[in-house]
Nanobody, 125 residues
Framework: QVQLVESGGGLVQAGGSLKLSCVAPGFDLDGNVVGWFHQAPGKTRAGVSFISSADGSTVYATAVKGRFTISRDHAKTTEYLEMNNLQPEDTGVYYC??????????????????WGQGTQVTVSS
């Protein structure tokens, strides 16, 4: 059973930064598409950002473009979400996701094979 484990969440003031990490102990993420979802309080999960394993191309939701950066380490064992200029609306649980293959058109859907348990991000105004 593949587990995705997120870390790096916390409490930050508006305008601050956090960097989330996601690892899959015992599992090689190399070759997988990976990404992040955000669930704000009282709302459904929404896709935030994704990175392709094939060419490293990235996709961002409009709300986070220019503020968030998704990346993966050279060994492709860890993925990151660097979040800058955080705003109160960024508050919520952030989930790491991964799957072997997925067309970019499906990134914002729920058809991901693996989901992490989530890490809480709270942005105070």
């Amino acid at each position: 059973q593949v587990q995705l484990v997120e870390s790096g969440g916390g409490l930050v003031q508006a305008g601050g930064s956090l960097k989330l990490s996601c690892v899959a102990p015992g599992f090689d993420l190399d070759g997988n598409v990976v990404g992040w979802f955000h669930q704000a309080p009282g709302k459904t999960r929404a896709g935030v950002s994704f990175i392709s394993s094939a060419d490293g191309s990235t996709v961002y939701a409009t709300a986070v473009k220019g503020r968030f950066t998704i990346s993966r380490d050279h060994a492709k064992t860890t993925e990151y979400l660097e979040m800058n200029n955080l705003q109160p609306e960024d508050t919520g649980v952030y989930y790491c996701v991964s799957t072997l293959e997925m067309h970019e058109d499906s990134y914002y859907g729920e058809a991901w094979t693996y989901w992490g348990q989530g890490t809480q991000v709270t942005v105070s105004s």
